[in-house]
Nanobody, 120 residues
């Protein structure tokens, strides 16, 4: 059974950092993309960052470029999102996901999310 479990969320002051983790179990070789998405109250879910496993190319939303870093540890089957210089607008529920392709509609597996709150 495929399972993705996020951790690392919490409350942090604006300007601070957090590192999110996503442990993967039951990995399937059909995955070509893993990534992070987020959703704030009243807003649609949006893609934050992803890794295309085929060539390890990365994608970042414009709003997080230069501040967030996505990485993975294949041996530990863990996906990370290092978030630096956090802003109020980064507050959201963060989800990790995996699928054959990177667009949100192509992500087949999702975690339950970890909450990030930003204090001023």
């Amino acid at each position: 059974q495929v399972r993705l479990a996020e951790s690392g969320g919490g409350s942090v002051q604006a300007g601070g950092s957090l590192r999110l983790s996503c442990e993967v179990s039951g990995y399937t070789n059909s995955w070509n993309c893993v990534g992070w998405f987020r959703q704030s109250p009243g807003k649609e879910r949006e893609g934050v960052a992803s890794i295309y496993i085929g060539d390890y190319s990365t994608y970042y939303a414009d709003s997080v470029k230069g501040r967030f870093i996505i990485s993975q540890d294949n041996a530990e089957k863990t996906l990370f999102l290092q978030m630096n210089s956090l802003k109020a607008e980064d507050a959201a529920m963060y989800y990790c996901a995996a699928g054959e392709y990177c667009p949100e509609s192509e992500m087949n597996y999702w975690g339950k999310g970890t909450l990030v709150t930003i204090s001023s």
